[in-house]
Structures are given as C-alpha cells and as structure tokens.
C-alpha cells in the first residue's frame, strides 16, 4: 500500500498546485522540501497575496520512526514504529463570496519490534467553509462527493458526511466549522473491503476534489464585497482558528511526533478578527449562515 499510495499524493499536490496556479493568475507557490530528524520529511507549497487565494498551502508527507509514548498511550501499544504519509490542503480565498476549502487523504502502517505491519489504515476527507452561503454551491460541492462515494458503496456518502458534520464541529462554540463533505478515518480490511478497495475509494475522493471545488471559486471570485462582508469573512476564519487549535487531531499528531510546525501551521489563514460577543444582525446573509451552520443541512 505504501509506495503506490506516497506516489499518488506527490502527482496529486502537483495536479491540485497546477490547477490553483491558473485559477489565481497572478501568484505561484513557494516550495519548501523538508527532513523530519527522527524520520521521513515532506514537500510543503504555499501560495501567498494572490489574485484570488490570500493564502494557501498543498503539502505532502511521509513520516517514519519510533511512535512517540503520548501517541502509543493513545493507540493502547507499546514499543511500536510507524509510517505515515498524506497530502493535506487549505485554501482560503481573498473574496468572502468564495468559500475556504480544506482536504486530506492519508495512509497509516504501525509495526512491531521484528518490523511487521500490526495495523494500516487510511484516512481523509475534504468539507467546504463557507462565509456566505449560496446553496447551489454547497449541493454541487456535496454532490460531487456523493458521486465520489457511490462509485464504490451507496451507503458510503450518508455515512461519511454525518461523520464530517460531527468532527468538523466547534463544540465551545454550537456550531459546525463549515457545510461539510466527508470525513472518514481508520479504514481497515473488513470482510468486505480490501486495503486496495480502500485505497481505490480514497484516491477517488482525491481525483474528486478540484471538480468539487474549482467550479465554485470560478463561479464567485470576482463578485463584489463590502468592508463590512470582508469583516464577516474574517471573524469567522477565526472559528477557523479555534477549530484547528482546540479539536484537529491532525494537528495534535503532527505537533506530538515532532512534524514541522510551519507545515502544521500552514492552515491558519493571515488575516483573522476576534471581536467580544459578536453575533450578526437578525435577519441578515450572516445570519443565515449561522442557523446552518448550528443545523447542518442534508444538501443531496
């Protein structure tokens, strides 16, 4: 499962950087290549003050070594090495009327002291943030995950996206991070699923993701905003921020086995607003949205 997998995310960044690239027209992204010292390392891209994306990151990696004692108490094992590898992606756009987007998809092996797997797994999903809501971009976002989805199992969409609207969800807060997609993690050989079913499953979700997306911020980029719209877009990236830095697990695993903090980090947007007790006017756009995000929504 390993290297066919590690050798679909490094054509997938480049594919996903590509399409970014063109959609922005004016900025490219930086390349950092990066060695983990335990183990491993990663290939980070980030876009910066583009036409379209004020920040953005689309990063790969494969880690390995000794699992850290926080995480083996975590997975209830002692003495355990790991692989792990993924590509993890965060786009936050310039114009409010264009939603963030966030995916990952990734691949886990544990082993015992004699180097045999004892566990693998994959993991993933991608789910839409956005800031005003337009409800043909949420069905046509949650639509093309569902054909994703039913490609392999009619019954894997429903189940997916009600985990991603339970992960994705600021508890201290009521209310979802975003609309949603999918969320899926520690998918194991059943009795019905080989780890190649698995694999072709979560490479299909990948392949999905700029259908899902590129057509929405063509569709809104270059509409008109308000100071007071620009406001709106960043008060909520910052339950953007609190989601990210209180429940992600991602980011606790990446902070916990010593990955580097600047690929980590690479999701908190640039510019972000935290005003006391605010909440939008009755009856208003942000408003809307809020109701939405307190009642996630069956968009499909």
Known sequence: MKEPFVAYIRKLQDTITSAIETIDGAATFQEDLWKRPEGGGGRTRVIENGAVFEKGGVNISEVHGK???????????????FFACGLSLVLHPKNPMVPTVHANWRYFEMYDAS???????????????????????????????????????ISFYPKYKARCDE??????RQEGRGIGGLFFDYLKKSDTMTMKDWSAFVTEVGNS??????????KRKDLLFTKQQKDWQEIRRGRYVEFNLVHDKGTLFGLKTNGRIESILMSLPP???????????????EEELIKVLQNPKDWV
């Not at 992960?167 to 201290?172: E, K, S, T």
């Not at 006391?276 to 208003?284: F, M, T």
Request: with cysteine.
């Open 67 to 81: 699992l850290p004692e926080s995480m083996q108490q975590y997975f209830g094992v002692k003495d355990a090495d």
């Open 115 to 153: 180097g045999t797997i004892v566990d693998q797994w994959f993991g993933g999903g991608q789910d839409l943030t956005p800031y005003y809501l337009f409800d043909e971009d949420a069905i046509h976002f949650h639509r093309t995950c569902k054909s994703a989805c039913d490609k392999h199992n």
């Open 167 to 172: 992960y994705f969800y600021n508890a201290h």
């Open 209 to 218: 993701f700029l259908s899902a997306y590129v057509p929405i911020v063509e």
């Open 271 to 285: 510019q972000v607003q935290w005003r006391y007790d605010h909440h939008p006017e009755a009856g208003s756009k």
